[in-house]
């Protein structure tokens, strides 16, 4: 009778611990989804095609995925722009944004540059990590440097969840983790600024330069949700 007893107070105390689990999972599940509070972006009027002497090329588009993988990033993100631009000194900057309206798992999450231009054909190897001084702030990017037969193409960009910047990693799962403790669905993007130019130093320069420009030419309100509440 005894062990009777005992095996179905185990049985009870489990019982209630997997309700106790699963109710505090239920309560702890993000319900805010951002995007709906916040003002909509739009990045075809938010992002300038003219701005410190850099104009929208038309013509030329960046690299873009394979059908196949270009299906799931249309499934992942609400919005995308590819542009190309030239300066008055006939450099070349390749900028691309992806926004996501859920950024708080893998699933949802802004694809890796690395993997579409993998996809592309491309050969991708990463040149490390760099701050780019926004003055009174910085912004931190992964650097990778692409090829493709005779192409050479270097490439910077960075993640962004709500108003928090950062790189894939473990920057952004704890970027992801914070946002869901505290019942938060966070948008973002992934920006990705590339140049075709075997001159890798003088390509990252450029790229610098392209980001403090269109930084200062984004609209205030906005700025922080390109660029990080920090920068």
């Not at 095996?7 to 805010?32: D, T």
């Not at 249309?74 to 995308?80: K, N, P, R």
């Not at 966070?186 to 392209?210: C, E, K, N, P």
Request: glycine content about 8%.
């Amino acid at each position: 009778m005894t062990g009777n007893v005992r095996v179905s107070v185990s049985v009870m105390l489990a019982a209630v611990l997997m309700f106790v689990a699963a109710a505090g999972g239920e309560i702890l599940k993000p319900r805010v989804q951002l995007a709906d509070v916040k003002p909509k972006l739009d990045l075809q009027a938010l992002v300038p095609s003219d701005f410190s002497g850099w104009r929208e090329l038309k013509e030329v588009t960046p690299v873009l995925p394979d059908p196949t993988v270009q299906a799931v990033l249309d499934a992942t993100y609400s919005q995308t722009l590819a542009r190309t631009y030239v300066n008055d000194r006939g450099q070349h900057v390749m900028l691309t944004i992806a926004y996501g309206s859920d950024q708080n798992s893998e699933a949802t999450a802004a694809h890796r540059p690395e993997f579409c231009y993998t996809g592309a054909g491309f050969r991708v190897r990463e040149h490390g990590t760099h701050a780019i001084d926004l003055g009174g702030g910085s912004l931190a990017v992964r650097q990778l440097i692409g090829t493709r037969e005779n192409r050479v193409e270097p490439i910077s960009y960075w993640v962004t969840l709500d108003e928090s910047a950062t790189l894939p990693g473990i920057g952004r799962k704890l970027a992801q983790i914070r946002y869901g403790l505290n019942g938060q669905i966070a948008d973002g993007m992934l920006i990705r600024v590339s140049t075709i130019d075997s001159d890798v130093d003088a390509a990252y320069a450029v790229h610098d330069q392209f980001i403090r420009d269109l930084r200062s030419h984004l609209p205030e309100s906005f700025r922080a949700r390109f660029f990080g509440a920090g920068s």
